[in-house]
């Protein structure tokens, strides 16, 4: 989001939080009252909770997206199992993460929810990415491989997982903030001692209006963190497809 969407978009809270939302008993408190309790919170409050949110959100992350990423190069080499994966996939995006964290932090323990979570989150946006990314490939490219005696698993190692890269990024930056929310939620629903969402739950609970805002904020800016970070290693990782966009737009 650029400079002045943010500013557009603090001016239109500030406005709402004077006018509209400005009983005592307001649940929109205004950004200067955030501010502040941000600032009297520090990073000593904010610190061990973004570590323990992050630490799960990382972990669900790669998790989510190394069976995505395997279940996707699987359903090239076996065609057959298309059908299986995609209604797993499909099957957890679907799910209620709200119905199922309880009934995680009955199965599981100690984080091992909140990493779950986060790994479903992040397992259908991985997995459709990925596999369009792998039928992009050149059919042309295809036919020269084959034209030499290579079977699925020279197209997968030669040409798809080549092709893909573009797709595949796409959607581990979209992933980023989704692992980093799956965390969240399963925090807000489990049995664990710390991390963004306990301290919200707490917070909340207690009426701590401001605060509450300001650890929304915290996590929004830390889930746009993970996202631009995975903006910037694909595009140092695919730095001709950036070219290439530009120079088209410029066709």
């Known amino acids: 989001m650029s400079l002045t969407g943010i500013v557009v978009l603090l001016a239109i809270w ?3 939080a004077v006018t509209v939302f400005s009983g005592n008993g307001s649940g929109v408190p205004t950004p200067w009252a955030v501010l502040s309790q941000l600032g009297n919170d520090g990073w000593s409050f904010y610190q061990p909770l973004i570590a323990a949110t992050l630490g799960e959100a990382l972990r669900g992350y790669l998790i989510g997206n190394g069976l995505a990423l395997v279940c996707a190069a699987l359903v090239l080499l076996v065609p057959w199992l298309e059908r299986l994966v995609v209604q797993l996939a499909v099957a957890s995006y679907c799910l209620p993460l709200v119905a199922i964290g ?9 984080d091992a929810p909140m990493i779950t979570i986060a790994a479903l989150s992040v397992f259908f946006t991985s997995l459709i990415g990925a596999l369009l990314g792998l039928r992009s490939a050149d059919p042309v490219t295809l036919d020269v ?3 030499y005696g ?9 040409v798809r997982l080549m092709s893909a890269l573009p797709a595949t990024l796409a959607a581990l930056k979209i992933s980023a903030p989704a692992a980093l929310l799956g965390a969240i939620i399963g925090e807000y629903l489990g049995h664990i001692d710390i991390g963004l969402g306990v301290a919200m739950t707490v917070s909340e609970a207690a009426v701590e209006v401001p605060r509450t805002w300001g650890i929304a904020l915290v996590s929004g800016l830390v889930a746009g963190l993970g996202y631009g970070l995975t903006a910037l290693l694909a595009r140092l990782a695919l730095p001709w497809s950036r070219a290439t966009t530009l120079s088209g737009g410029d066709l």
């Open 14 to 16: 500030a406005v709402l």
């Open 102 to 110: 309880p009934i995680l932090s009955l199965l599981l323990t100690g």
């Open 145 to 147: 491989v084959r034209a």
């Open 150 to 158: 290579g079977g699925r698993r020279a197209e997968l190692a030669k």
